[in-house]
């Protein structure tokens, strides 16, 4: 399922518009993009929860030329999903 498909979904389930389920799934996204880009921990009951792990700094390899690169720290988000979620 995309985004669009999602869309249409929303918009069938609830009874609005394509456009104001459009505007609905944005507001979502951009809410849990907001809270992790903060570092806080997004959590939905029976769903699952976003979190923003962050990597260490690391060296790693060029796999082409086998020259040690340095590899720098960053933040990623990651899902991990409910018990209710796991068990469907």
């Known amino acids: 399922m995309n985004k669009t498909e999602l869309t249409?979904?929303?918009a069938e389930k609830t009874g609005l518009t394509q456009t104001q389920a459009t505007g609905v799934v944005d507001a979502v996204f951009e809410t849990v993009a907001g809270s992790l880009r903060k570092g806080e921990q997004v959590t939905i009951?029976?769903?699952g929860s976003f979190v923003a792990k962050t990597r260490a700094a690391?060296?790693?390899r060029n796999p082409s030329t086998g020259l040690t690169i340095a590899i720098p720290a960053r933040t990623s988000a990651a899902f991990?999903?409910?018990s209710a979620l796991k068990d469907l």
Do not use: L, N, S, T
Request: hydrophobic residues 40%; proline residues 8%.
């Open 8 to 10: 249409k979904a929303v």
């Open 80 to 82: 991990k999903p409910a």
């Open 45 to 47: 009951a029976g769903f």
């Open 58 to 60: 690391r060296e790693g």
